[in-house]
């Protein structure tokens, strides 16, 4: 099944692209990894999922249906969290969670109520009072509550620290093998994702440049060593590195050059990620 389906999806904002010719279906009861520079489209193509923005050219529906459509089964489908994950500051936590209750027909308070309590948040508390990292955390908390069919987490490991995004990272794994979930997220933590994820978009200034499921992505790709060449290397290469003596290829597909004396070896996820944003999106396009 598929849970998110865009098909010629673009955004302009007044005279600019933000989000171009973005064509994808997104799997259900997946983690989707969104990676792109700063300014490549991941929010713009989160909002639009989440029914906040509306097509310029193209559609998105999730789970078959457009997410502006507005009706309580859309609404009780889609849990969206903004990268500033933002709170009624004057609420205290024990007053968000009610308001989350009252809003949402399948909110499970306790669920949202353990992690508040195994991170020693205190519910008495009010929001703006928290650090900003506790407030990404009751953020998360009420997010993963709503029992959402489809999350939109934009950047939502960024204010965290490091046990607290591993223990983050364990616990949307773990909503979604408990309730078939699928959730997309946007991240820089390029070499965070293969621990996590098993599903990937990857966006350059507004376009796609790679999307897959990683088991496949992996295995579509491979690092050829072998002595150092000047020439362009055309075909299916995506990247060429040249050291002092040697030159390493990334090639999708079984392609580039296969000589006497070149050692092939499998590529590791952050690698590939980083070779297609280092990319050139003119020679992508050709
Ligand atoms: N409300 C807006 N008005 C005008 N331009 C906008 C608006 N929102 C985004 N943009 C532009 O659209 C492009 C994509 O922005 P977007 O926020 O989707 O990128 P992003 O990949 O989420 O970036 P980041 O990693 O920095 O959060 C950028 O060039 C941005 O300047």
Not at 27 to 54: D, E, F, Y
Not at 89 to 98: G, I, K, Q, W
Not at 214 to 231: M, Q, T, Y
Request: hydrophobic share 45%; charged share 20%; glycine share 10%.
């Amino acid at each position: 099944m598929i849970a998110l389906r865009t098909d010629g999806l673009a955004r302009r904002y007044r005279g600019a692209w933000a989000l171009r010719d973005c064509t994808l279906a997104m799997p259900a009861g997946r983690v989707i990894a969104l990676v792109g520079p700063n300014g490549a489209g991941k929010t713009t193509l989160l909002r639009l999922a989440a029914g906040l923005l509306t097509p310029t050219e193209g559609s998105v529906t999730v789970f078959g249906d457009s997410p502006t459509a507005n009706t309580p089964e859309v609404l009780a489908r889609v849990g969206f969290l903004a990268q500033d994950h933002p709170l009624y500051r004057h609420f205290t936590v024990a007053d968000l969670l009610r308001f989350g209750r009252s809003c949402n027909p399948r909110f499970d308070q306790g669920l949202a109520e353990q992690r508040l309590a195994a991170l020693d948040i205190p519910v008495n508390q009010r929001a703006g009072a928290l650090s900003g990292g506790q407030q990404a955390q009751v953020a998360l908390a009420l997010a993963l509550a709503k029992r959402p069919d489809l999350l939109l987490l934009d950047e939502p490991l960024a204010s965290l620290d490091p046990v607290a995004r591993r223990e983050f990272q364990g616990a949307l794994m773990g909503a979604v093998a408990d309730t078939g979930m699928t959730v997309l997220f946007s991240s820089h933590a390029v070499h965070e994702l293969e621990r996590v994820c098993d599903h990937l978009v990857v966006l350059r200034h507004g376009r796609v440049a790679l999307a897959g499921d990683i088991d496949d992505l992996l295995a579509e790709h491979r690092l050829l060593v072998g002595p150092r060449v000047e020439a362009d290397v055309a075909g299916t290469v995506v990247e060429a590195t040249h050291g002092g003596r040697q030159t390493t290829l990334l090639v999708r597909d079984g392609g580039g050059p296969v000589l006497p004396g070149w050692q092939t070896h499998p590529v590791s996820l952050e690698d590939l990620v980083l070779a297609y944003l280092r990319r050139d999106l003119a020679r992508a396009d050709a």
